[in-house]
């Protein structure tokens, strides 16, 4: 359980989340998350990193029921800088990121997701930020990477999911295979990449990095703002509330 690595072929680091039932990370999961990407360049000196998960699911995002049953805002402000240094690991890997999403990535998982390098998935795999409903702000910047800027709103506003294989049109999944097929189809793409010399695949990523026209972070960080308003204001109290009620329901 929690996160661990596995280095394949001396230059493969494969980064695995664990955190059952549905991969919702707590506070301590994001920042695991982000030294395990750094920790995977620098360290075990991978050329390619491919992001996984284990369970039902790719990621649910941050963990509403730690943040509900811990008193005053602790739980919230580790969550907020939490998210924002497993995003900016992801995109900041000196090496590039596969992600290999199955099931739902929600939340912050599409944070990890917008700003991986590719993105393979499984053809039961869904996108979606239901942030709106959860009464916070966040990941519209790693969204906007995987759709049009009007299709973005609508599934922000709507808090809607768009499947994976409706991604591969706009070019931001690059393939969807079968569920038992997802690590082999990542592991096929990281292995083309880990083939080339990695003093230029480095180069290439901190140029790509360089040219994009969106600075993540510092998008990222100005949602976030608006969370905490909210939660100032206790609407964002009241959302996550009426979420762990609902989740404790029992279902006829």
Known sequence: MGITTNLLDGTIAV???????????????WYDV??????????????????????RGFNAGVDIKQMQRTAGFD??????????AAFKAVYECPVPVIAAVHGFCLGGGVGLV???DTVVASDDAYF?????????????????????QHLMRTLYFTSRTI?????????????????????????????EIAAKDPRVIRAAKEALNGIDPVDVNRSYRFEQGFTFELNLAGVADEHRDEFVDNARMPRA
């Open 34 to 55: 982000a030294e395990a990407l750094r920790a995977a360049a620098e360290t075990h000196h991978a050329r390619v990193v491919v992001l996984r998960a284990e369970g």
């Open 114 to 116: 917008g700003n991986s």
């Open 163 to 191: 499947r994976a294989a409706d991604l591969v049109q706009h070019g931001s999944v690059l393939e969807v295979v079968p569920r038992g097929q997802l690590d082999d189809a990542a592991l096929t793409v990281a292995r």
């Open 15 to 29: 980064v695995t989340m664990n955190f059952p039932p549905v991969n919702a990370l707590p506070v301590q999961g």
């Open 128 to 148: 979606g930020v239901p942030e709106v409903d959860r009464g916070a702000l966040g990941a519209a910047t790693h969204l906007a990477r995987l759709v049009p």
């Open 75 to 84: 739980a919230l402000i580790g969550a907020n800088r939490g998210c924002h």
